[in-house]
């Protein structure tokens, strides 16, 4: 790198490290900050020597859903990204299985792991009373029940499930920053798949009307500033040694690979997954600075999830890259 440029790359993370330092200054603080560090605290030391294991688990945070974007602070409006949830829930299910920990840090009301195979609103399809006015469940969702009971607790009984909520883009970033600053201790054993959808714009909190905003003012005119990008922090600072994979999704394949392969260079991620909106539930593209892995469903089985295949291969790449780090 010539002069010229590396004093411009300079100046460029000097703005962002501005952004980021003023985006947190002027962020609404968490309800529930030291709790949150408290079960992260007390999830990763259990991790690190969990009982009747000679050595400790690795440790993924999972990110999943869309961060909202509050257009007063007295919410009645947002703007959301689009994320169902199901991503995110059924890797956290591949992993836990791989034998990883996860902290699930996830969308509140999306897709929750060992869910997946509930209806839509499992309360009220799942159960019914029998002849004795008691609660049963329904013969046909029996087994999805029993499963997701069953997975589920056994998850959280190990200590391999950590869930943590949010839904603004505020919460999100000064979650993502807690957890991975817990996770720094892990060095190359944490791993960070962030299949979250974060929102690429947000009005800054201290310029955010406090109360609804009044329709009879007419047509509305708002400023949306940039939401800085925090990949490049999480990579350089807070998790210097852990394993990232963020995600790239667009709607026009002609630009998604070029995309995925920009933010892998300039955020430094090990990977980056690129997917297309209509498609994502087929297959994916690992893009690598060594080339792109395409990743799809087993079609032969009805209910095959791409996930499955993505997990394997990426927990198979982390252990490399662990390897390669203890060496
Ligand atoms: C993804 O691309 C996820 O795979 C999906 C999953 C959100 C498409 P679902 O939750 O869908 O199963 O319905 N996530 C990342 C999306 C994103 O916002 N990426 C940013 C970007 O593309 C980078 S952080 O610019």
């Known amino acids: ?133 008691s609660i049963q469940v329904q013969p046909s969702y029996s087994e999805a029940v029993r499963r997701a009971i069953g997975d589920h607790h056994a998850a959280v009984a190990e200590g391999r499930l950590l869930k943590i909520p949010f839904t603004t883009i505020f919460e999100y970033l000064q979650m993502l920053r807690i957890i991975a600053m817990s996770m720094k201790v892990l060095g190359s054993h944490a791993m960070f798949y962030l299949a979250a959808a974060v929102s690429d714009f947000y009005v800054p909190w201290k310029s955010l009307a406090e109360h609804k905003i009044q329709s009879a003012s007419g047509s509305l005119d708002m400023q949306l500033a940039q939401v800085p990008k925090m990949l490049s922090v999480l990579r350089k600072e807070w998790a210097p040694l852990a394993f990232c994979i963020s995600f790239k999704l667009e709607t026009d394949s002609k630009i998604l690979l070029e995309k995925a392969d920009m933010a892998l260079k300039k ?61």
Not at 86 to 109: N, Q
Not at 301 to 306: A, H, K, R
């Open 1 to 133: 790198m010539d002069s010229v440029n590396a004093s411009e790359s300079e100046t460029q993370q000097l703005t962002l490290d501005v952004e980021i330092e003023s985006f947190f200054e002027s962020t609404p603080p968490l309800k529930d900050s030291a709790g949150v560090q408290k079960k992260l605290h007390d999830f990763i030391k259990f991790n690190s020597s969990p009982p009747g294991c000679e050595s400790g688990r690795r440790v993924v945070c999972v990110t999943c859903g869309g961060t909202t974007v509050p257009l007063e602070q007295r919410c009645v409006r947002y703007i959301d990204n689009f994320s169902s949830g199901h991503r995110g829930a059924a890797s956290t299910e591949y992993f836990i299985k791989a034998g990883y920990a996860v902290v699930y840090l996830h969308r509140r009301e999306t897709c929750q792991p060992y869910c997946r195979y509930l209806p839509e609103d499992p309360f009220l399809e799942c159960f019914e009373f029998n002849k004795e006015s």
């Open 267 to 327: 955020y430094k991620m090990h990977m980056v997954v690129a997917n297309e909106l209509l498609t994502r539930k087929e297959e994916v593209t690992i893009v690598t600075n060594n080339g792109n892995i395409p990743v799809h469903r087993d079609k032969t089985q009805p209910c095959s999830d791409v996930e499955q295949p993505l997990v394997e291969l990426l927990v198979h790449k982390h252990s490399a890259y662990v390897d390669d780090s203890d060496t």
